[in-house]
């Protein structure tokens, strides 16, 4: 079982930055991916960015460039250092990780509104 708590969304202008962070605990040593997705009112949610174990990190094509992952090497936590950011960033940002079982588990959520 591992536990995901996130944390460091909020209100910000067109251009702004924020950084979102995800705490992991329980059997972290058990996590073979982590990363960040979003869900836009009336959108699918979709994959931000994630990082396997030991692996390259991968970007959804809309955020390269102006988001960054980082992750502890113990799995126990993972960041998303947002620049730039746009009012179509606007969602609910979930941490996510991936177990080598295969079990997915998810974050409450944390909500990034950007005005216009």
């Known amino acids: 079982q591992v536990r995901l708590m996130e944390s460091g969304g909020g209100l910000v202008q067109t251009g702004g930055s924020l950084r979102l962070s995800c705490t992991a605990s329980?059997?972290?040593?058990?996590?073979?991916?982590m990363g960040w997705y979003r869900q836009a009112p009336g959108k699918e949610r979709e994959v931000v960015a994630s990082?396997?174990?030991?692996?390259?990190?991968r970007y959804a094509s809309s955020v390269k460039g102006r988001f960054t992952l980082s992750k502890a090497d113990t799995n126990s936590a993972v960041y998303l250092q947002m620049d730039g950011l746009k009012p179509e960033d606007t969602a609910v940002y979930y941490c996510?990780?991936?177990?080598?079982?295969?079990?997915?588990?998810w974050g409450q959520g944390t909500q990034v509104t950007v005005s216009s």
């Open positions: 990082q396997p174990n030991s692996g390259n990190i």
């Open positions: 329980g059997s972290v040593s058990d996590i073979v991916n």
């Open positions: 996510h990780a991936l177990t080598y079982s295969a079990a997915s588990y």
